[in-house]
């Protein structure tokens, strides 16, 4: 069974901080890994995509990738509120379907 | 920018009864997926549909669902007898390529509350 393992939260950091998000993933045939944004009875939104060991940034967002140790984790620079959401952690072996994780509420307070 | 559109937006409905939740993908992509999520879970994988036929689906997708393209631009999924643990969140999406989920675009969700 592939799981995809994130930690429910809530995580609260003050506005202009750094939210640090982290996902583990149990299948090493993964190859991609994607971080989602959902607002409460939204649907998911894609925010970032990551195929390679390292980092990939993207404005405020930067999304590190371990092969290695199966780790996944999207930092959110100088928090707004609207960021305050539920990131939801994907993973896709190039079949056709994205595993999901709980996803990880996050809290951002002015 | 183009979109996925799901209707209903919300149902509300007997169990025991049929319920077909609509989709209209993007209309040049070719892939069609729907996911659900049940309130306070995860987003869970349903189903995939390529070439009017289904190519790949989950455990939870068992002989009382269905999915359809009955005419080119919808793609439908059918719940044949609802049940109490059918209620959730269910999204359509849809990519022009295969396994890229860069690609993948999820509509707003339909959202069904079996009573």
């Known amino acids: 069974q592939k799981e995809v393992e994130q930690n429910s939260g809530p995580l609260s950091v003050p506005e202009g901080a750094i939210a640090s998000l982290n996902c583990t993933y149990s299948?090493?045939?993964?190859?991609?890994f994607f971080w989602y944004r959902q607002y409460s009875g939204k649907s998911p939104e894609l925010i970032m995509f990551?195929?390679?060991?390292g980092d990939k940034e993207d404005g405020r967002f930067t999304a590190q990738l371990n092969k290695a140790s199966q780790y996944v984790s999207l930092l959110i620079r100088d928090s707004q509120p609207s960021d305050s959401a539920t990131y939801l952690c994907?993973?896709?072996?190039?079949?056709?379907?994205?595993?999901f994780g709980t996803g990880t509420r996050l809290q951002v307070f002015p | 920018e183009p979109e996925v559109t799901q209707t209903p937006s919300h149902q509300v409905t007997q169990m025991g009864q049929e319920v077909i939740l609509r989709c209209v993908p993007i209309s040049n992509h070719l892939y069609f997926y729907w996911y659900r999520q049940i309130l306070g879970q995860k987003v869970e994988f349903l189903v995939s549909f390529y070439n009017n036929e289904i190519s790949e689906k989950s455990e939870i997708f068992d002989d009382q669902f269905s999915v359809e393209r009955p005419d080119g631009s919808n793609f439908t999924l059918k719940i044949r007898s609802t049940k109490l643990e059918d209620s959730a969140m269910y999204f359509c999406?849809?990519?022009?390529?295969?396994?890229?989920?860069?690609?993948?675009?999820f509509g707003e969700g339909s959202w069904l509350t079996v009573v």
């Open positions: 990551i195929y390679s060991n």
């Open positions: 999406a849809s990519s022009p390529y295969r396994g890229n989920g860069n690609t993948i675009y």
């Open positions: 994907a993973v896709n072996d190039n079949t056709d379907k994205l595993i």
């Open positions: 299948d090493r045939g993964s190859q991609s």
